[in-house]
């Protein structure tokens, strides 16, 4: 069971909508290459507000992810594509279904 999660909370710059959204996909294929990302969710809350959610079965994996190419690249099109302070929120899973 996944039991090491990772929230991120993304604000679009105003007409930047669809490269997040663009940026978003490419995560998820990227996350491909990840064998310690149990699970990986780019979502969208409201116009202009996004969010990634990641499962890992234990904290090496959330480790190996957060030090890989997509919190790189995330952190390298922040000035770009996002108008909130990126923050990584860690997270334990208590329950899963």
């Known amino acids: 069971m996944a039991k090491q999660a ?10 930047k909508e669809n490269d997040v959204e ?15 990302t149990v699970n990986w969710y780019g979502v969208k809350m409201a116009p202009g507000v996004y969010g990634v959610f990641d499962t890992f079965d234990d ?16 952190m390298a099109s922040a ?7 990126i923050r990584i929120e860690k997270m334990e899973i208590i329950a899963i279904k």
């Open 79 to 85: 000035p770009e594509l996002f108008d909130n302070e």
């Open 59 to 74: 904290e090496e994996g959330r480790d190996a992810h957060l030090n890989g190419e997509i919190a790189k690249a995330l």
């Open 6 to 15: 990772i929230w991120v909370m993304l604000k679009a710059k105003a007409g």
């Open 22 to 36: 663009a940026f978003l996909s490419q995560g998820a294929a990227m996350a491909n290459d990840e064998p310690e």
